[in-house]
């Protein structure tokens, strides 16, 4: 496939009314992450994707008491319709050939399957991914008796993402009566859709039930590790103070080979630790003239691309600064919007607290601060995906 610009809208809108939980369930949480980020992230890996926009109720009370947007993405408000909720999250692409179109109540689609509706609908100009029909149809009559089986030699169900040009769906989109998904508008106009294999795990949350069976899905494709970091720097005069990728007023800052960040050097530890992929002082040697006063924001993406070669999802991580100054509550939020940039992760992943050692030791003397991270992460078993023969 060609290295091209795609656009990816995921959408977010729907209230959930028939999931019977209070909160809407693109955003209840699997496995400690909320139901859309899941999604997010695999559209986030995937080289081609330049853009992704969220649409999310135009109520903010259905969204902002349970999701906290991040950096990765851009959010603008549903319409009455679906294809209402899917022309605002078009107008607010920038430029792009080619569009995704996705649903958030669909949290394990995979890299496979996206990849799959891309080199189609470039081939085409629109694809969509499908899976059999795998038990018998029965037409049922309005008293409730079976009235005929119907053949499903021909028959599939659709999934999303589902993959178009741009500019043909926002015009096909504004003129549709009402639809179920876009390939339905399509149909309507006369454009032809092609049919790419899917997933049969890549299914759709609808009632309760299907939450248990997605998370009985999670736990069997992927593997998860802890790991832990510690670091500790004495303070220096003459030195900015930089923790958490954020300069922070004080007297002095940290000693060390780079611009001494602690807590940042302690979560790139821990991430290694997980992943087993060595440590900073590995990657980053001490004596390396490469990483004299460096960054320690560009140490840490360095290593989340590392990590995320491999395979590896961040999924939380906890940071302890043991230090009694400076104090952490005041400055907790900003510590943590800026590693969750840092990261490309949602700030809901990440936790920051501190304490102090009551006087003992220097860092009790006020001589030093020291930071113990702890990161959990996952990654897919290969070889879980289970496609359907869909187009065949």
């Known amino acids: 496939m060609q290295r091209k610009t795609w656009g990816a809208v995921i959408v977010a809108a729907g209230t959930g009314s028939r999931f019977a939980s209070n909160t809407p369930k693109q955003f209840l949480r699997l496995r400690g992450k909320p139901l859309i980020d899941w999604s997010i992230d695999t559209f986030s890996s ?51 050939r080619w569009v995704l179109v996705h649903d958030a109540a669909r949290p394990l689609v995979s890299a496979g399957i996206v990849h799959r509706v891309m080199k189609g609908t470039e081939e085409t100009g629109a694809a969509v991914p499908v899976v059999s029909v795998r038990d018998t149809v029965k037409r049922i009559s309005s008293e409730s008796l079976i009235s005929g089986t119907v053949p499903r030699d021909d028959l ?81 005069r003459g030195r900015p103070l930089i923790i958490g990728g954020c300069r922070i007023d004080g007297s002095m800052g940290l000693s060390g080979h780079s611009d001494g960040d602690a807590v940042l050097h302690a979560i790139a530890d821990a991430l290694l630790s997980a992943s087993r992929l060595g440590d900073i ?94 990161a959990v992460i996952s990654r897919s078993i290969p070889g879980t995906e289970v496609e359907s023969p869909g187009n065949q």
């Open 281 to 374: 002082g590995i990657h980053f040697p001490p004596g390396d003239e490469k990483w004299k006063n460096a960054d320690s924001a560009v140490l840490l993406r360095t290593v989340n691309s590392i990590i995320s070669r491999d395979g590896w999802t961040i999924r939380q991580i906890d940071v302890t600064v043991i230090s009694d100054l400076p104090r952490i509550a005041p400055i907790r939020d900003q510590l943590i919007s800026r590693i969750a940039g840092i990261l490309s992760v949602s700030p809901d992943t990440i936790w920051v607290k501190g304490t102090t050692t009551n006087t003992l030791g220097d860092i009790g003397k006020g001589k030093g601060l020291g930071c113990m991270a702890m």
């Open 156 to 236: 599939r169900m659709s999934q999303t993402p589902q993959g178009f040009r741009l500019d043909i769906l926002e015009k096909v989109l504004s003129s549709a009566t009402d639809v179920t998904d876009e390939c339905s508008a399509m149909e309507q106009a006369g454009h032809e859709v092609l049919a790419v294999n899917g997933d049969l795990r890549n299914m759709k949350l609808t009632d309760p039930s299907d939450f248990a069976i997605v998370e009985e899905l999670v736990s069997e494709k992927t593997e998860s590790r802890n790991g832990i970091g510690l670091d500790f720097h004495p303070f220096a």
């Open 46 to 96: 995937i080289a081609e994707i330049s853009e992704i926009v969220v649409v999310l109720p135009r109520d903010e009370e259905l969204w902002k008491p349970y999701w906290k947007p991040s950096e990765k993405v851009r959010t603008v408000p549903g319409g009455i319709r679906r294809q209402d909720s899917v022309l605002e999250g078009l107008r607010a692409l920038d430029s792009h």
